[in-house]
T-cell receptor, first 114, second 110 residues
């Protein structure tokens, strides 16, 4: 079955460490997105990519980095520069083209700084 | 003013009740609208798109009012399983980036 796989489900990071969250999709979707969700807040866009080898900053890109070397994969690195990384991270994808289509989300990664 | 605003709730309703949520948006050029459902500690899932003429899917009805810049979701005959947070989503007119509201929490009580 097609879908988006995020791993790991839970991740613990020590202060000063970089960590990478994986996002893989087999839906043949062109566009992929990373969002962050904090308790009581909506989803906030970190980075997005509408095509391979191209990506744009979202609203809260500071302290994060991404790559899009393959259509299927859009990993997110949380760097030590991100001062408050504890959150629920969601990856999403959608097909592009005429009209707008709903996102498909992965099941998320919960990152905790210890 | 936030780009997308929702009443956070919670809305506590008895089983079988009808409940409605509204969501206002600030960008009059927004083109596409959706309702997502999010269960506790899970990812959001698409509930339904919202079309200009309004649309229905079983017990759920979505409406769009472009003049007043709001969308609504009506749930009839509420079930316990409808308990969740309902997220309003509006697209950015140029890039189709999705802008999420903070969600409205619904609790259906037995």
């Amino acid at each position: 079955d097609g879908g988006i796989t995020q791993s790991p489900k839970y991740l613990f990071r020590k202060e000063g460490q970089n960590v990478t969250l994986s996002c893989e999709q087999n839906l043949n979707h062109d566009a992929m997105y990373w969002y962050r969700q904090d308790p009581g807040q909506g989803l906030r866009l970190i980075y997005y990519s509408q095509i391979v080898n191209d990506f744009q900053k979202g609203d809260i890109a500071e302290g994060y980095s991404v790559s899009r070397e393959k259509k299927e994969s859009f990993p997110l690195t949380v760097t030590s520069a991100q001062k408050n990384p504890t959150a629920f991270y969601l990856c999403a994808s959608r097909t592009t083209g005429q009209g707008a289509y709903g996102y498909t989300f992965g099941s998320g990664t919960r990152l905790t700084v210890v | 003013r936030k780009e997308v605003e929702q009443d956070p709730g919670p809305f506590n309703v008895p089983e079988g009740a009808t409940v409605a949520f509204n969501c206002t948006y600030s960008n009059s050029a927004s083109q596409s609208f959706f309702w997502y459902r999010q269960d506790c500690r899970k990812e959001p899932k698409l509930l339904m798109s919202v079309y200009s003429s309004g649309n229905e899917d079983g017990r759920f009805t979505a409406q769009l009012n472009r003049a007043s810049q709001y969308i609504s979701l009506l749930i009839r005959d509420s079930k316990l399983s409808d308990s969740a947070t309902y997220l309003c989503v509006v697209t950015d007119s140029g890039t189709y980036k999705y802008i999420f509201g903070t969600g409205t929490r619904l609790k259906v009580l037995a």
